[in-house]
């Protein structure tokens, strides 16, 4: 399945079109990877998004062409969640 379309199936991104241009924006990784929407993705590969100040490590655990919202969080297992950037290590 193409990485935009799982992101959107799997509701770890909202909407399709954003799922594409983070991607290209190079803000996701497949397997430590740079990858572009256009990328197959597969059971038990990792996926690190970067959206705003905050890092989503993710593995995939099931793919599905449709979900319902309730079933979309079986399809991968959060391991790492992160904030990046801020002030935390700015001097005064």
């Known amino acids: 399945?193409?990485?935009?379309k799982f992101l959107k199936v799997s509701r770890l991104i909202k909407r399709r079109t954003l799922a594409k241009e983070v991607s290209?924006?190079?803000?996701?990784?497949v397997n430590g990877k740079e990858a572009k929407a256009s990328t197959t993705v597969k059971v038990g590969?990792?996926?690190?998004?970067?959206l705003g100040q905050r890092k989503v490590t993710a593995r995939i655990?099931?793919?599905q062409e449709t979900t319902r919202?309730?079933?979309?969080?079986?399809?991968?297992t959060i391991i790492n969640e992160e904030r990046?950037?801020?002030s935390e290590n700015q001097l005064t």
Request: hydrophobic share 35%; no cysteine; glycine share 10%.
């Open 61 to 63: 655990d099931r793919i």
């Open 84 to 86: 990046v950037g801020g």
């Open 69 to 76: 919202k309730e079933e979309a969080a079986e399809m991968y």
């Open 45 to 50: 590969d990792e996926l690190t998004i970067r």
């Open 1 to 4: 399945m193409r990485l935009d």
């Open 24 to 29: 290209d924006q190079g803000r996701i990784e």
